[in-house]
C-alpha cells in the first residue's frame, strides 16, 4: 500500500491550481504533450490527452516527481477532470490549438509558441525529464489508442474514504451508480499520485510562464512596437 496512489475527498487547496502560474503551468503541460506529439503525425483526442497527463503523472510519481495542479477525479470515463476541457477551450480562443471534432492540434502559431519555450528548458533536468516522460507516454497511447483505457483502469489506489480498500480505477467506476447524477465535480474521488516527503514539486521558470502568459492574452511583438511608437 506504501506506493499506491490513493483515492480522497476533493479539497480545493490541494487539488486544483491556488494562482494563474499554477494554472499557466498545467496550460504548458498540455501544450508540450501536443507538441512532443507532432512527430507521429497523428492527433490527439480529449479522451487520449487526458489519459496521458495522467499515466505520466502517476509514473513520475513513483520518482519522486510532481508537476501538476490539477488533479484528475474518478467518473464513469476513468480519471478525468472537466476543467481540462476548460483549458482546451481557453488554448483554442488564444489560437494555439486547434479542436475539430475529436481531434486536437498546435496552430502554427501553437507551434511557433512552444518551439521557443520548449528550447527554455534546456538544462533544466527535472523539466526535461517531465517532458520526456510525456513524449514516451503519447507516443505509446498515439500508437495504441485503445491501451489507454487499459493502463488507467489497471491502476491500483487505496480508497481512503471506504476504510483504506485497494481497488482498482475500474472498480472504482463500477461503485458509481448509473442513477447518480453529480451536480459538482467535488462529489467525486479525486487521485493523488503516491508521493513520498522528499516528492518535489517541479516549478516552471519564471520565463516560460511569462511568455506563455502572453501568448494567451494574443499579445504579439507588433502590439509593443505599436505601443512603443504611440508613446515616442
Do not use: C, W
Amino acid at each position: 500500500m506504501k506506493n499506491l496512489s490513493k483515492v480522497v475527498r476533493f479539497d480545493y487547496n490541494r487539488h486544483l491550481p491556488q494562482s494563474a502560474a499554477d494554472k499557466t503551468s498545467d496550460l504548458f503541460y498540455i501544450l508540450s504533450t501536443l507538441y512532443l506529439a507532432e512527430k507521429t503525425e497523428k492527433n490527439f483526442t480529449k479522451l487520449t490527452l487526458e489519459k496521458t497527463l495522467f499515466v505520466t503523472s502517476q509514473e513520475l510519481a513513483s520518482k519522486n516527481f510532481s508537476f501538476l495542479n490539477t488533479f484528475f477525479y474518478v467518473n464513469t470515463y476513468g480519471p478525468h477532470n472537466t476543467i481540462i476541457y476548460q483549458y482546451l477551450e481557453e488554448l483554442q480562443k488564444a489560437d494555439l490549438i486547434n479542436v475539430e471534432k475529436n481531434d486536437i492540434y498546435l496552430t502554427p502559431k501553437g507551434l511557433r509558441v512552444m518551439s521557443e519555450l520548449t528550447s527554455l528548458a534546456s538544462g533544466n533536468k527535472q523539466l526535461i525529464e517531465i517532458l520526456l516522460g510525456l513524449e514516451k507516454i503519447s507516443q505509446e497511447l498515439l500508437e495504441h489508442p485503445s491501451k489507454s483505457i487499459d493502463l488507467t483502469h489497471s491502476i491500483k489506489v487505496v480508497d481512503t474514504t471506504d476504510n483504506k480498500k485497494v481497488k482498482t480505477i475500474e472498480e472504482l467506476i463500477k461503485e458509481i451508480s448509473p442513477e447518480q447524477r453529480f451536480k459538482e465535480a467535488s462529489q467525486f474521488k479525486y487521485i493523488e499520485p503516491q508521493t513520498e516527503e522528499r516528492t518535489k514539486k517541479v516549478e516552471l521558470p519564471s520565463r516560460i510562464i511569462n511568455q506563455l502568459e502572453v501568448a494567451i492574452a494574443k499579445i504579439e511583438e507588433a502590439d509593443f512596437e505599436k505601443r512603443e511608437n504611440l508613446q515616442s
